[in-house]
Every structure is written in C-alpha cells, then in structure tokens.
C-alpha cells in the first residue's frame, strides 16, 4: 500500500478481486452459518471486518501505515492473475496444464488466503493460550517439583492484542507460509 493509498477501514480477508471473479455483477450469494440464512450481498461488504488487521500502536513498531495490507498485495496480485488468466484460458478452450510457475503463485496465494482468516487468528490464540500455560507449569514443575500444581487448577486467557500478536506472526512468517504453500503444492493438480 503507497503513502497516497487511503486507509483501508475494512479490510478482507479474502481479497475482493478473488471474489469477484465468481460473482454476478459484483454480488456473491452468502450463507450465514451463524443466522442460518443465505441472501445476496456485494463483495465489498463480505469476508471483512472492520480494522481487523490494525491494532493500536503497530504502526509505530513496524513503521509501516497497515503492514499487513501492504504485506498482502504481492500474493493476492499473483494470485489474481493465475485465477484470471487460467478461467480466461479455459473459457477461450486454451487451457492444457497449470505451469509450475503458476501452481507455485497459487499456492502462496491461497496458503496466504488461509493464514490471513478469523478461523486462524482463532487458532494462533488458542495455541498461544495452550503454549504458555504449558511453559508455565513445565516451569513450575521444573523449578519447584515439591509444588503440588494440577493442570485443570490453570486456565491462560490471551486477550485481543495477544491474539492479534499470535496471527500477525503466523501470516508473516515464511516458514509458516512456505510450509502450507508446500503442502498445498505438491497436491495434484
């Protein structure tokens, strides 16, 4: 994202371009789980939330207006094209195969596409909760084994910077994202 681009107030977490390619008009139909219902909706007002990849004070440690944001473009602009230009070659009846170049742009893309999403921030916190309650009682135990401590006696609760801390480090980390890319890769395509 440039210095001119405006701020981004609610970002997607799956790109508004990958979107539209399976829209009419701009407009996708939606299920919500959670309502159990389905309507139309215009692919700017779904798959986002509002300021879910700011978080108070990152600016000022990355030195960096919405890093994230910025981190993003690269793989969804690769991504988007892979998409565009095999639909494309499918609808002309050009396609033959995906070349390695591509499946390799595609599964960055998408390995990104699962990493950036709530479900992962979820899980990110989750681990964090679950790794730091171990480390403590690993401590415990280790520095004061004549301490009598139960697991079920420790609940670690990471509240929303934490998680936000938890989910920036899993989508920026390229061993992380190298990892699920590869994954995805090497599936048949």
């Not at 009598?148 to 998680?163: C, F």
């Not at 899993?170 to 995805?184: F, H, K, M, P, W």
Request: glycine content about 4%.
């Amino acid at each position: 994202m440039s210095s001119n681009s405006p701020r981004v107030k609610k970002p997607h977490y799956v790109p508004q371009s990958y979107l539209m390619e399976f829209s009419n008009d701009g407009r996708l139909h939606v299920f919500d789980k959670s309502l159990r219902r389905e309507f139309a909706s215009h692919v700017r007002d779904i798959c986002s939330e509002r300021s879910f990849y700011d978080l108070e004070g990152m600016e000022e440690l990355t030195g960096t207006e919405q890093q994230l944001e910025s981190f993003f473009q690269g793989f969804e602009d690769a991504g988007v094209k892979v998409i565009r230009d095999t639909v494309g070659s499918i609808r002309d009846g050009a396609f033959t195969t995906l070349p390695q170049s591509d499946r390799i742009d595609l599964a960055l893309f998408l390995a990104v596409q699962h990493l950036r999403t709530k479900r992962t921030r979820e899980i990110a916190g989750s681990l964090l909760e679950s790794i730091s309650k171990d480390a403590f009682l690993n401590h415990m135990r280790r520095t004061r084994p004549d301490f009598p401590i139960e697991d079920s006696w420790l609940s670690v609760d990471a509240d929303e910077r934490a998680r936000f801390a938890a989910h920036f480090y899993l989508v920026t980390n390229e061993d992380v994202r190298i990892a699920v890319s590869g994954l995805l890769h090497n599936r048949c395509w």
